[in-house]
């Protein structure tokens, strides 16, 4: 049952990232297909835009989907997410483009962007909610760190996927009618992602909790009797959800802009990095069970803090495909060390009957605030800075903020849920 539930907890988040890393991966050509402009870096603005508009419904679908997991039940509020995640993937996949419907093409691309948002809003919560309670005493971080891994897993597998589509086909046919595939392939999680979510028992923790303890709303007790947890979990969301967004999911873009390389380059790097993430969160997380989670977290952010300027720098010097490589490949070290003890540390902030709202919020509203929209901020800030240098002072700062935050985190690794 334990191992379902890695599985269960995790596939959700799988089909999540990977729509999302698609979606970035082939920005430049949903720019030209959905969204004309006079110039390229308009379309792309408008396509990274679109990008964040499903971020800013990652908050309402926390709301929602995560009062509905302290309530209804994590495995519920699960099967829940991942239904209407296919529905947004599949909008996407067989929308078709303006030159075909006009304006309601990128209309639809929006409605399917709001709708991935909202469920991707629900699905941290309840499936890290979901993976700490099942965990045996001491091995929490381990469990939890599944979730950086399915993220890990997906972002290799949109690699993978675009990377042989951009080797296989042509330009145009790209534009034509490849493009879809990535899509459509994400589709076929959805209904294995079901069957084993709905062959999981409820948590233990959780079944107590409503026998035991009087109900009342989840959201309301995490913004009043809960909000310092509230805001020291945002403050770990930061580097957290930056690091993320630029330094895996946009360089591939960057790659292709800003270093000239290659599309299937730039997605050779990022399949690299996102092979090393994979392997290296569960060994994190399980680390942090011996260690902690506070002395992994703040070794890595500072890290981040030191060293993001320079390895910009170096990519600025020397642009090729293995600089790329090897820098991608540190940063995803360091992205390991942070996130595979993060989302232990979400979970072991709150107590059970608000845990999945607590945890959902605090991940999304930083998200929407500072990762999601970070794209389109870097795009922007390269333009109109001219540097190619202006991601590194992004990360930067959010590596700064979660510093001081974690700095001052007290450590629960050991403590009974």
Partial sequence: MRRRVILAGTIGNVLEWYDFIVYGFL??????????????????LLTFATF?????????????????????????ALLVTILTMAVGTALIGFVPTY???????????????????????GELGGATSMLVEYAPSGRR???????????????LLGAVVN?????????ASLEAWAWRVPFLFGLLIAPVGLYIRSRVDETEAFILHKREQPSGSPLALTLTVHRRPLLTAMGIAVLYGVSMYILLLYMPTYGVRQLKLTPSDALLASSVA????????PVTGGIS????????????ALLFALCTYPAFVLLSRYQTLWTLVVV??????????YTGPAIAAFGELFPTGVRSTGVALAYNLTITFVGGFAPFIVTWLIAVTASALAPALYVSAAAIVSALVVFGLRDQHRADL
């Fill in 328 to 337: 991608q490949s540190f940063f995803a070290v360091l992205i390991s060390i």
């Fill in 274 to 281: 996102g092979a090393v993430l994979l392997a290296l969160a």
């Fill in 27 to 44: 920005s430049l050509t949903i720019a030209k297909l959905f969204f004309p402009a006079q110039s390229e870096l308009a379309a792309l």
């Fill in 52 to 76: 964040g508009a499903g971020i800013v419904m990652r908050p309402v679908g926390a709301v929602v989907l995560g009062v509905y997991a302290d309530r209804a039940g994590r495995k519920a």
């Fill in 99 to 121: 030159e075909s419907i006009g304006i309601w093409a990128p209309l639809i691309v929006v409605v399917a962007r709001l709708i991935q948002g909202f469920s991707a809003g």
């Fill in 289 to 300: 069970d011996r260690l902690g989670r506070r002395p992994l977290m703040l070794t890595s």
């Fill in 141 to 155: 971080g381990f469990y939890a760190s599944w979730q950086q891994a399915s993220q890990a897993a997906a972002f």
């Fill in 163 to 171: 990377g042989i589509i951009a080797k296989l086909v042509s330009t």
